[in-house]
């Protein structure tokens, strides 16, 4: 079960020209924007990736107007995030100082989601897939790149899951301002 205190959210490629090629893509920049919101009032830290930006575009206006503003945005131009030394030395410094949970969403799920949750978990960490914040173009590719996820050790959540999950409680002080962001 998530704990947000060993929480961080990993945002992968959720990028103009992606979310437009994608059937859900919009619906999927939302969804991760909520989860955003919430990791910045409960001060999850948050790794935003983009994948080659000049051809693809930037995070979604809607997406990083949610991102807390101490979260970190690195460019990359693998399919694993991991194999990016930027990505690599941030989250290597969160292992660091305790963080085992990582809550992971983005476009295409079948590559470079699958690909940095494959890595995420061979160092050690328990992955969250965010299924409701992933889109890949084709809904094959999707369905299969969730199965091979769980296949490999993700744990397959969605937004509504992982928000309860680090509220714990109604009586968490946070808890009001949390539960707007899914009303």
């Not at 909520?34 to 001060?43: G, R, S, T, Y």
């Not at 575009?57 to 930027?86: W, Y």
Request: overall charge neutral.
């Amino acid at each position: 079960m998530l704990n947000r205190e060993n929480s961080v959210l990993v945002i992968i490629d959720i990028q103009e020209r992606l979310v437009l090629a994608s059937k859900y893509g919009a619906e999927v920049s939302a969804n991760m924007s909520k989860l955003a919101k919430a990791a910045d009032i409960l001060n999850i830290p948050t790794i935003v990736t983009e994948q080659y930006p000049q051809g693809l575009g930037s995070t979604t206006p809607e997406l990083k107007n949610s991102l807390p503003l101490n979260s970190f945005t690195t460019e990359k131009s693998s399919f694993s995030a991991m194999l990016e030394p930027a990505f690599a030395e941030k989250i290597n410094l969160l292992k660091e100082a305790g963080k085992t949970q990582i809550v992971l969403g983005g476009i295409e799920t079948h590559i470079c989601v699958l690909q940095t949750a494959c890595d995420l978990i061979k160092e050690g960490f328990d992955v969250y897939i965010i299924k409701d914040a992933c889109a890949s173009r084709n809904k094959k590719e999707y369905k299969t790149g969730l199965e091979l996820l769980k296949q490999y050790g993700a744990k397959i959540s969605c937004v509504e899951i992982a928000l309860f999950e680090w509220l714990k409680t109604s009586k968490h002080p946070n808890f009001r301002e949390v539960q707007t962001l899914i009303k």
